[in-house]
Antibody, heavy 122, light 109 residues
Framework: QVQLQESGPGLVKPSETLSLTCAVS?????????WGWIRQPPGKGLEWIGN???????YYNPSLKSRVTISIDTSKNQFSLKLSSVTAADTAVYYC???????????????WGQGTLVTVSS | EIVMTQSPATLSVSPGERATLSCRAS??????LAWYQQKPGQAPRLLIY???TRATGIPARFSGSGSGTEFTLTISSLQSGDFAVYYC???????????FGPGTKVDIK
């Protein structure tokens, strides 16, 4: 059973960089799949942040691209998110997930972490 | 950029009744459409992918249909555990991007 677990600071100051890590168990991320981040502001909908292939190729939401970096560490079986120059608008629950779809129309998130709330406040 | 819309925003349904949720894309997404269910305090759960394929463990009362720009999620007979928010999500082949709809909340009538 694939499991994902987000970790990182729950409070980040405005203008600083938000950093989160997603630890994966039950599957070796070096074996394949896309891995991604999604966020959800309190009481609002889901926003895709970006994905990374096991080989390191990344794809980002154009609206966040200038501030986002996603990286992968296959030796630790985890991937990470950095979001720079944060403001209160970046306050959200951040989810990590696995992307499937190589054998079907489209791609989708089939496994999700439980999510972690990050608040941007001084 | 592909924009996704969902209707209605809220759907009030009695247990045992049928629920029909709509999702529309601003341009064709072919069959690259998935549906998720989210309950309060929980991560979303994949229900349907490729427009109409149920994910592992999803009961047959959930079905998806459509193509191009118009998609539908049908819950044939609502059970108590089905009251939740439902999101559609499209995948764009190039550049490889994902977009979620704003969600439809299904609550008890």
């Amino acid at each position: 059973q694939v499991q994902l677990q987000e970790s990182g600071p729950g409070l980040v100051k405005p203008s600083e960089t938000l950093s989160l890590t997603c630890a994966v168990s039950g599957y070796s991320i070096s074996s394949g799949y896309l891995w991604g981040w999604i966020r959800q502001p309190p009481g609002k909908g889901l926003e895709w942040i970006g994905n990374i292939y096991h080989g390191g190729t990344t794809y980002y939401n154009p609206s966040l691209k200038s501030r986002v970096t996603i990286s992968i560490d296959t030796s630790k079986n985890q991937f990470s998110l950095k979001l720079s120059s944060v403001t209160a608008a970046d306050t959200a629950v951040y989810y990590c997930g696995r992307v499937s779809g190589a054998n079907s129309p489209g791609y989708y998130f089939d496994y999700w972490g439980q999510g972690t709330l990050v608040t941007v406040s001084s | 950029e592909i924009v996704m819309t969902q209707s209605p925003a809220t759907l009030s349904v009695s247990p045992g009744e049928r629920a029909t949720l709509s999702c529309r894309a601003s341009q064709s997404v072919s069959s690259n459409l998935a549906w998720y269910q989210q309950k309060p305090g929980q991560a979303p759960r994949l229900l349907i992918y490729g427009t109409s394929t149920r994910a592992t463990g999803i009961p047959a009362r959930f079905s998806g249909s459509g193509s191009g720009t118009e998609f539908t999620l049908t819950i044939s007979s609502l059970q108590s555990g089905d009251f939740a928010v439902y999101y559609c999500q499209q995948y764009n082949n190039w550049p490889p991007t994902f977009t979620f709809g704003p969600g439809t909340k299904v609550d008890i009538k």
